[in-house]
Structure formats: structure tokens, C-alpha cells
């Protein structure tokens, strides 16, 4: 018994002493679990606040630096209790998607839509005795991605809206020359109108065309997606009716990859399912695809000139535009991912001129054979910037970069001017007609208005010069040359004639120069200018069309290789 007692009062203190061990390594342990919580936190914050400073998040006042990405890291960090102790460094890059799953990979500046963070720091294993059991080293990582999608396109919606009457007789003739067969179509401008409005949902396609997620990449080809189209949209809508004739007359759909139409950011992004695209664009963008490297003739453009006997039209398609959905950064190859580019087409207009004036009190006759090639060249436009939503400001604006074509207007044709003097009939010789009007490229730079993200309102960026159809001056128009009659020898008679006509040949060239200069003028106002606007073109001018703006959740990463930031 006294054995009993005595070993009891030798393991008690010992036993007492292993508790409060126990307890202590257990309150390390909290801690040490408490600090490295605090640190996940702290990364978590830092990482997120600099995504927002990003490329694809940056402020339309100029790009972000490394500097500034790892100043907002560490100042995030630091508000949310970051002591200045330690390790932190911050990596710029993109976050991918790969099979559902999303990773990091460091990248330049001008790529990067995400930041990650590494923070490293050592503690006292034990806050009792720190000396005995030394320190550990905590790491925790942290990435964050920020960006906003803009669809944007150069093809034409917001062109044909409000046409007239007019514009309207124009545009049905190159929708029927382009959709259905050559007969022209009876849209009004009311359907032309609702037309330019129709918007069709990404998600709403992706699942006509059996995607499970919402990928850059489509397992379809342009005929498929048209296919989708027509599944969505109401057949009897004006929409409904372009997709069907689509479906029914432009062979070699088939053999346009759904990529030359519609792009969706790059490999591995995710694209948002409320993501609209304009169905306009996107019938015009197929269209044009097919047609690339033909020519078209247009019929029955309904064209009423005084002075105009007839004229026809041809279009030829060089290069077709395409629909994308992209945020504004650039790829791996450092090729910015939302680049659009206008149609490149040549339109040919074959006017056949008849004049009847009156010069001097003698009646003159003029035909002109005249035809009349307009090249558009190719606009392009990059997404080179963008101010995403945060906080309570829940509007996007985004900066575009690009030129216009380097667009022409060229013809030549002799001018056959006819009169009757003293009962001869007289041709007056050396008359021409010269059309010679290059336009320049044009560079711009610029932002678009703030967009609401509830409801993106559509906004259409217009640069460059432009041809300023309504005051030709390099159409060019002489009179020289002598007068004959007929086929034979006049001798005295025609120097007579010569002489009688001198003051007449100086009056046509004024009266032709003033009345051939306006009607190729209206003719170009009245058939080209309709032409271009309904593939969104128009002459030394880019029409860039923002139509959607589509900011997905903050997307945030923990447990990061650490390899990751060893260029660090």
C-alpha cells in the first residue's frame, strides 16, 4: 500500500506534466492552424484585388505594370491583417480550363487575366518553449481570375436599322443575291428593323448543337450551327426566313469550319452561356464565308435616276468577317484574341448614262458606258482594353484599336456627245470621264461608352475619314479635240462648223462636268452606300459593333504548384 502510494506521488507530477505538454502542443497546433488560415485569407485577398488590375480588368487610363499588380497584392494583403513578415511575392497569368478543371500558368502582362500569390513565412513551433523546438515554415497560394467578355463584330446590325424605303430596295437585293438564289427579297424597313434587333443566346445554341459545358470550341460546322439557329429562332420571323434560305441555297456551308463565324476567346476558355450574339452578323458572317472568292450579281436594286438608263451590280467577296466573343488580352502567340475584320469585298456597278441637255439653244445628246469598281479593303479592330464591373459600379467599357480599309473608286469611260448644227449631226471628240478616288487608311484608338451589365445596351464605334460620296472632286471630266460630220470630207464646211462649235465645246464641258460629276454622285449614294451598310462598311470608315458584355463570377484557386512562381 505505502509502495502504491509512493509511486503514485512519482507519476502524478510526471502525468501532470505530459497534460499540460499535451495542452500546449494542442494550442500550437490551433495557432499554428489559426496562422496559416489568417494566410490563406490574406493571399486569397491579395490575389483577387490584383485580378482587377489585370489586362483583361485594366483601367481604360493605361495598362497595368507588374509594379502596380504586386503594389494592390500587397495592399490588399496588408488591410486584411498582414503583418510585413515574410515571403510575398505575386505572379501574373491566365487561368484555364481543362476538362472542367482550372489551373494557372504564369504568362506576360498583355495575356494575363489572373494573378497568383505565394506567401511564405516561418513561426515558433511552440510559443512555450520556442528555443527547444524551433520554427516551421508555412507556404499557402492563392490565384485569382477577373474578366469581362465583349461580343463585338464588324458586320452590319446596327447598319440596316432605320433604313428607308430606299435602302431597303437595295438591301433586299443583295440579301436575295446572297440567300436566296438571286430573286430579291420584300423585307421592309419595319422587318429590317426587327431583323437588326434579333439576338439569339450562346447557351441556347451550344445546346441545339449537344455541348454539355459552355467551350471556345463548337463540334460543328457552320451548317450546323445555322441548323441550331433555325431551331431557336420563329421560322416565319424575318430572322427565321434568312436562316431558312440559307439552309436552302448557299451550298458549301458545309465546308465553312464554325470558327471562320463565330470565335469564342481561345483554347481552354470558358465562355458565359448568357453570352448574346447578333443574328444579322452572324447570317452575313456564314454567307460571306461561302461566297469568299466568287462574284455576285445583284438584280433589280430598283435604282430611279433621272439621266440613269439602267445599271447593274456584281459584288465579290475577298474576305468575310466573323462574330467574336473574347475579353481583351492576347493569346500565347501574342495575337490579340478579340480581333474582328470587316467584309473585303469589290462591288461593280455597270451604269449605262443618258443625257439630253441643252447648250447654247442646241440640243446635245451624251451616253456614257461607264463602269464603276469600289474597293472596301479589309478594317480590322482589336479589344485591347477593358474596365470591368467591381463593387457597386456594375458597368463594363471596353477600348478597341484598328484601322480602316484602304478603300477606291475607279472608272473610266469614253463620253459620246451628240448634237445636230444646221442639220448635220455633229459627235463632239476627246470627251472622258475619269473617276480616281483612293481613301486612305485610317488608325484610331478609342473607348466605348459605359454598358450596363443587366442590360447591355449595343454600341457601334465609327472611325476614319471617310469618301464624302456627296462632294466628288477627283471625278475628273475634258473636252478637247475637233468636230467631224459623219464619215466623209467636209473642207470648208467642216472649218466653218469648227469654228461655230468652239463656243458650244467650252459650254458641254462645264454643263457635263457639273451633270455627269452629280449623277455618278447620287448613283454611288443611292446603290453603294446601301450596299456597304448592309455588310457594315462603309467607304475610309470602320463600323465596330459592341453588342453584348458578359462578366462571369471571380473564379479563385488555392494549393498552387509551387514551381509556379520560381521565375519569381
Known amino acids: 500500500m505505502n509502495g502504491q502510494r509512493g509511486a503514485l506521488m512519482f507519476i502524478t507530477p510526471l502525468l501532470m506534466v505530459v497534460v499540460v505538454l499535451l495542452s500546449v502542443l494542442a494550442l500550437d497546433g490551433a495557432r499554428l492552424y489559426s496562422l496559416r488560415q489568417d494566410m490563406q485569407a490574406q493571399a486569397n485577398a491579395a490575389a483577387s484585388a490584383a485580378a482587377g488590375i489585370t489586362q483583361t480588368c485594366t483601367s481604360l487610363s493605361g495598362a497595368s505594370t507588374f509594379n502596380d499588380i504586386e503594389t494592390e497584392a500587397r495592399r490588399l494583403a496588408m488591410e486584411s491583417g498582414w503583418d510585413g513578415q515574410g515571403d510575398f511575392l505575386a505572379a501574373a497569368g491566365v487561368m484555364e480550363a481543362t476538362d472542367g478543371d482550372f489551373a494557372f500558368r504564369e504568362s506576360g502582362l498583355l495575356q494575363a487575366n489572373s494573378v497568383a500569390i505565394r506567401y511564405r513565412r516561418s513561426a515558433p513551433i511552440s510559443m512555450l518553449i520556442p528555443e527547444r523546438f524551433g520554427r516551421v515554415g508555412l507556404e499557402v497560394t492563392a490565384a485569382s481570375r477577373k474578366e469581362v467578355l465583349a461580343t463585338v463584330s464588324a458586320v452590319g446590325t446596327t447598319a440596316i436599322a432605320g433604313g428607308d424605303t430606299a435602302s431597303a430596295t437595295v438591301l433586299n437585293s443583295l440579301l436575295g443575291g446572297l440567300f436566296n438564289g438571286g430573286s430579291p427579297y420584300s423585307f421592309s424597313p419595319t422587318s429590317l428593323n426587327q431583323l437588326a434587333d434579333v439576338t439569339v443566346r450562346l447557351g441556347d445554341l451550344l445546346d441545339d448543337t449537344g455541348v454539355g459545358s459552355v467551350v471556345n470550341r463548337l463540334p460543328v460546322d457552320a451548317e450546323g450551327l445555322a441548323q441550331a439557329l433555325s431551331t431557336v429562332l420563329d421560322g416565319a420571323s424575318p430572322a427565321g426566313i434568312l436562316v431558312d434560305d440559307l439552309l436552302k441555297n448557299a451550298a458549301g456551308l458545309e465546308g465553312v469550319s464554325v470558327e471562320k463565324v463565330l470565335k469564342l476567346a481561345e483554347d481552354g476558355a470558358v465562355v458565359p452561356e448568357n453570352a448574346t450574339i447578333p443574328v444579322y452578323d452572324l447570317l452575313m458572317s456564314m454567307t460571306l464565308n461561302v461566297l469568299q472568292g466568287t ?274
Open 295 to 568: 462574284s455576285v450579281m445583284l438584280n433589280n436594286i430598283g435604282v430611279s435616276i433621272p439621266g440613269l438608263a439602267n445599271v447593274g451590280a456584281s459584288i465579290q467577296v475577298f474576305n468575310a468577317p466573323s462574330v467574336v466573343v473574347a475579353p481583351a488580352r492576347q493569346d500565347a502567340s501574342q495575337q490579340w484574341i478579340g480581333h474582328v475584320e470587316t467584309a473585303d469585298v469589290a462591288i461593280v456597278l455597270n451604269a449605262e448614262i443618258n443625257l439630253n441637255i441643252i447648250v447654247l439653244g442646241t440640243g446635245v445628246r451624251v451616253l456614257v458606258d461607264l463602269p464603276i469598281e469600289v474597293q472596301t479593303g479589309v478594317g480590322t479592330a482589336d479589344l485591347v482594353r477593358a474596365e470591368c464591373a467591381q463593387g457597386l459600379f456594375n458597368q463594363v467599357r471596353f477600348g478597341v484599336r484598328g484601322q480602316s480599309g484602304v478603300a477606291s473608286v475607279s472608272g473610266a469611260a469614253d463620253v459620246n456627245a451628240q448634237l445636230a448644227l444646221l442639220g448635220i449631226p455633229i459627235t463632239l471628240l476627246g470627251l472622258r470621264l475619269n473617276l480616281d478616288l483612293p481613301v486612305g487608311s485610317n488608325s484610331f484608338d478609342v473607348d466605348s461608352q459605359p454598358m450596363p451589365l443587366d442590360e447591355p445596351q449595343p454600341e457601334t464605334i465609327s472611325v476614319g475619314g471617310g469618301l464624302g460620296l456627296g462632294g466628288i472632286t477627283g471625278a475628273n471630266l475634258t473636252v478637247t479635240g475637233s468636230a467631224h460630220a459623219g464619215s466623209f470630207s467636209c473642207g470648208l464646211l467642216c472649218s466653218a462648223l469648227n469654228l461655230l462649235l468652239t463656243p458650244i465645246i467650252g459650254a458641254v464641258n462645264g454643263i457635263l462636268q457639273s451633270q455627269l460629276v452629280g449623277l455618278v454622285t447620287n448613283l454611288l449614294d443611292a446603290v453603294i452606300d446601301p450596299l456597304l451598310s448592309g455588310l457594315g462598311l462603309s467607304l475610309g470608315v470602320v463600323d465596330i459593333q459592341i453588342s453584348d458584355a458578359q462578366q462571369g463570377r471571380m473564379i479563385l484557386l488555392e494549393d498552387l504548384p509551387s514551381e509556379i512562381f520560381d521565375n519569381q
